[in-house]
């Protein structure tokens, strides 16, 4: 698994469309940026989930935080059987930084923002490479 994060419009997906060379590769692109909901993988050996913070928005006002972090952690170890079962497969996590900056002043933003922070270490625990992208150049973490 390989979790990208970095600033808004700061070039993460096209970094991780040039490191997979999904143009010329066989992959399934999931984006909650385009109204997509998360989905299972499917037969493609490159599965990209883009757009992790925007689910998380839509889940933050619906079920406490506790409850989110157990379903994402069941289903990282999930998507992590699943690169396991067979080999070439990969999961690519997207999900735009949002540690930076003014904490938000709504009670709900702030809600979203701390889930964000506690899911994102959870995907960098989970995944084998992390990777910061700012300005479209990459930071290794991991």
Same mark, same amino acid.
């Given at each position: =698994?390989?979790?990208v994060t970095g600033g808004a419009f700061n070039g993460k997906a096209k970094?991780?469309?040039e490191v997979?060379? /999904?143009? +010329?590769?066989?992959? +399934?692109w999931i984006s909650a940026y385009k109204g997509d909901s998360i989905q299972e993988p499917g037969p493609e050996p490159i599965v990209v989930y883009e757009g992790v913070e925007a689910w998380l928005e839509q889940q933050a006002t619906q079920a406490g935080l506790q409850h989110i972090r157990e379903e994402w952690q069941a289903r990282l170890e999930a998507l992590s059987q699943w690169e396991r079962g067979l080999s070439g497969r990969r999961v690519v /996590?997207?999900?735009?930084? =949002?540690s930076k900056g003014i904490v938000p002043v709504s009670a709900g933003d702030r809600k979203w +923002?701390? /889930?964000a922070g506690w899911i994102y270490q959870d995907m960098v625990a989970?995944?084998?490479?992390?990777?910061?992208i700012w300005y479209g150049i990459r930071q290794k973490l991991k």
């Open positions: =698994m390989h979790f970094w991780v469309r997979y060379q /999904l143009e +010329r590769e066989k992959h +399934r /996590l997207i999900g735009t930084d =949002m +923002r701390d /889930l989970a995944s084998e490479q992390a990777d910061i």
